[in-house]
């Protein structure tokens, strides 16, 4: 089955910084989510981002199909960032059925 | 709208007890799925149904769990005879025809003691 690696694993920050992470996958994908856990287990859709760029305010997703690689960038940080972001795909053959990573612990400090 | 909306939040069961799921999808969706996250595995696929339909069941456990989408009504996971390795949080998602961007659940989170 299709391959998700997410880098890093965990990452503190103080407020204010900015933040880049990372999502691997090793086939093609038709759907590739990025969701944030928050402390209390909810998962928060972030991005629905196969392809391309998109922003919503302090945070941007670009996927790159070709090189098989998304990025999620958070800037200006704030404390309830904190969190789990898990990277997801469809595993190949499903458009449906998302392998998720095992995610980004963002710790961000006061 | 109302998002995805999944009751019980939290449900504690005995061991050999019955836990019933419930999962409401977004307003307009047909698809819904559940999902597993267990503290050692990350989130994982358990099933896919349409209403009145399991489309895919590929990641159910062969025994004690089963699921529906009545024609009316919520989507149900149910869990049969409970053991403390079912102890983990299970979220149930939807999407709409023709897209699939799924949309998560707050989640129930599941304790077998």
């Known amino acids: 089955g299709i391959q998700v690696e997410q880098s890093p694993p965990d990452l503190i920050l103080q407020e204010g910084a900015n933040s880049t992470l990372r999502c691997n996958f090793s086939?093609?994908?038709?759907?590739l989510q990025w969701f944030h856990q928050n402390p209390w287990g909810q998962l928060i859709n972030l991005f629905y981002?196969?392809?391309g760029t998109k922003q919503n305010g302090r945070l941007s997703a670009t996927t790159v199909a070709t090189e098989r690689y998304s990025l999620l960038y958070i800037s200006s940080s704030q404390t309830t960032d904190s969190g789990v972001y898990f990277c997801a795909v469809d595993s190949g053959g499903s458009n449906y059925k998302l392998t998720f990573g095992k995610g980004t612990l963002l710790t961000v400090n006061p | 709208n109302a998002g995805v909306m999944q009751n019980p939040r939290h449900l504690v069961r005995r061991r050999g007890q019955e836990a019933r799921l419930r999962c409401s999808p977004m307003k307009g969706h047909s698809h819904v799925y559940w999902y597993r996250q267990l503290p050692e595995e990350g989130l994982k696929f358990m099933v896919y149904l349409q209403k009145e339909n399991i489309i895919d069941e590929s990641g159910m456990p062969k025994e004690r769990f089963s699921a529906e989408f009545p024609k009316e009504g919520p989507s149900i996971l149910r869990i049969q005879q409970v053991v403390r390795g079912d102890s983990a949080a299970y979220f149930c998602a939807s999407s709409g025809t023709g897209n699939t961007e799924a949309f998560f659940g707050q989640g129930t989170r599941l304790t077998v003691v």
């Open positions: 086939d093609s994908v038709n759907n």
């Open positions: 981002i196969p392809s």
